[in-house]
């Protein structure tokens, strides 16, 4: 199956912020100014993001989830990691048996998860920086013997 692809003409034209909010610049502002009053260049200078629903658009076009200028950030959906996937399989399947014992420990086991991916995060990224510095330092040490 083929990957999707974001629209490149459309990349060229905004920027996307890192709460998802899309930025883009106003329309009859960039030449011919001169024939146009203070007032209505003031407000194509004043608000740099798209609407709520330009963004929902501009969505199928770039294949990501996007939010408009009055959107809570809880408007975007964040999609499970796998232990939130096999935690909600594992509650769809206990309801369709017909119990509810099951959907209580798979909310433990979220909770867990998310706990868990909180405290491994930060050692990863200790356990990475040492090992990036000793590569860069044993890779300029037999630069040095070539020249001398």
Known sequence: MSKNKNHKGLLKRIRISATGKVRHRSANHKHLRSGKGGKRLRHLRKDPYISN?????????????LRGRDQPRTALRRSPNPAERAAAKAAKAAAMAGTAAPVAVAASAKSS?????KSAAPAKVVA?????????????????????
């Open 53 to 65: 629903a330009d963004a929902k658009r501009l969505e199928k076009l770039l294949f990501r989830r």
């Open 113 to 117: 998860a998310k706990t868990s991916m």
């Open 128 to 148: 990475k920086a040492p090992a990036k510095v000793a590569a860069t330092a044993s890779a300029k040490a037999p630069a040095k013997a070539k020249k001398s």
